[in-house]
């Protein structure tokens, strides 16, 4: 499986072709996303805020779950890039009339695209698009599902370096649900690979994935413990919406237990960054003194998600381009002979 992530996300000769999980691919290629993004960063302060890599592209935004983080920022990286962006409103697509989700991909394909960022409830469905859609359009997942959303863990470790310089010797504590966070997937596979000390998960045990330890996690159920000296603790949403059973006894228990606040807080490091993929429940996982306070680098976070999505989006199209290019010499020399 992993080989299969590695094939369907970079060409033969390593550079990123689609972005649909962290799982396969190789630290050379999340430093160089990283890197990227910080050339990207200072963008969106000038007063022409794009720059032409992406000029006479076509990037078409399907997200069927709803979104308000990930859907501006792709649309903002895209404009930013030059690329021209297409917004498809699926409620009001002809997905309401019966037409299956690959006829809809190839009605867009057939406009020229050349790449699709997708949002879907299905684990998955961004893997069988890249799987079944034509070479010429770069699938880019923008959170399937329980799965993954690993341009989000990518520009949370872009959050995390900025703030603490790098990973080595650094303790992430990820705290809250668990169980339904395509966040906490894709940001362990990140950790791990950019070389994490440690990375703990903390909730309660209905709430954290049976044998979640062979990811090379350590769980801890109770919050002081799991959050002790350390550097980086990321809050995350209760996922309602994904629970078919009452995991959890109510909200005000949750956070009676787990809810992230200053007083809960002096057990971490001093100097402790506090972290949320957003949306975030005040009073839930975390209290409006933590989220607004001197900790908190949430809307950073958001901030660093256009740079990031932008060198997600110009590395794939870059690969595609190479592996074009390499197609079109193989054939130019097969030719010749
Ligand atoms: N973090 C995140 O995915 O937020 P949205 O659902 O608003 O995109």
């Known amino acids: 499986m992993n080989d299969d992530y590695a094939t369907l996300q970079l060409t033969e000769d390593g550079q990123l072709r689609n972005f649909i999980s962290i799982r396969g691919l190789p630290k050379s290629i ?8 910080a050339s990207f960063v200072d963008v969106g302060g000038r007063d022409i805020k794009n720059v032409p890599l992406l000029r006479g592209k076509t990037v078409v935004n399907l997200f069927f779950e709803p979104s308000t983080r990930t859907r501006s920022t792709f649309e903002l990286a895209a404009k930013r890039l030059s690329a021209d962006v297409l917004n498809i409103d699926i ?19 057939a406009m020229a695209s050349d790449m699709f960022v997708v ?7 961004p893997h069988y698009i890249a799987r079944h859609a034509t070479p010429n359009v770069a699938i880019i997942n923008a959170g399937d599902g329980r799965h993954a959303h690993p341009t989000q863990a990518m520009l949370d470790m872009y959050t995390i370096r900025h703030y603490k310089g790098g990973f080595e010797g650094l303790t992430v504590a990820i705290v809250g649900d668990i169980l339904h966070s395509r966040v ?30 062979s990811m090379g996690v350590n769980v801890f159920t109770h919050l002081e413990e799991g959050i002790k000296d350390a ?7 209760l996922q309602k919406e994904r629970m078919d059973s009452a995991l959890l006894p109510s909200e005000s228990e949750f956070f009676d237990q787990y809810g992230l606040t200053n007083e ?3 057990v971490a490091h001093p100097e402790a960054i506090v972290m949320h993929p957003g949306p975030i429940n005040r009073g839930v996982e975390i209290a409006s003194e933590v989220a607004d306070g001197p900790r908190a680098v949430i809307l950073h ?14 590395m794939s199209m870059g690969g595609r381009e190479a592996e074009r290019n390499a197609a079109r010499r193989q054939q130019e020399a097969q030719h010749v002979r």
Not at 184 to 210: C, D, H, M, N
Not at 301 to 314: D, E, L, N, P, W
């Open 30 to 37: 999340l430093e160089q996303i990283l890197d990227t993004a």
């Open 91 to 109: 409620a009001r697509s002809a997905t309401s009339k019966g037409e299956s989700l690959m006829d809809m991909l190839r009605n867009l394909e």
């Open 119 to 125: 949002r879907h409830a299905d684990s998955g469905a």
């Open 184 to 213: 906490a997937r894709s940001q362990i596979y990140a950790l791990r690979t950019l070389g994490a000390k440690e990375i703990r998960v903390v909730g309660p045990k209905t709430l954290i994935p049976t044998a979640i330890e």
């Open 231 to 237: 550097d980086v603790i990321i809050a995350l949403r």
């Open 264 to 266: 809960r807080l002096k």
């Open 301 to 314: 976070q958001v901030t660093f998600g256009i740079a990031v999505r932008m060198a997600v989006m110009s």
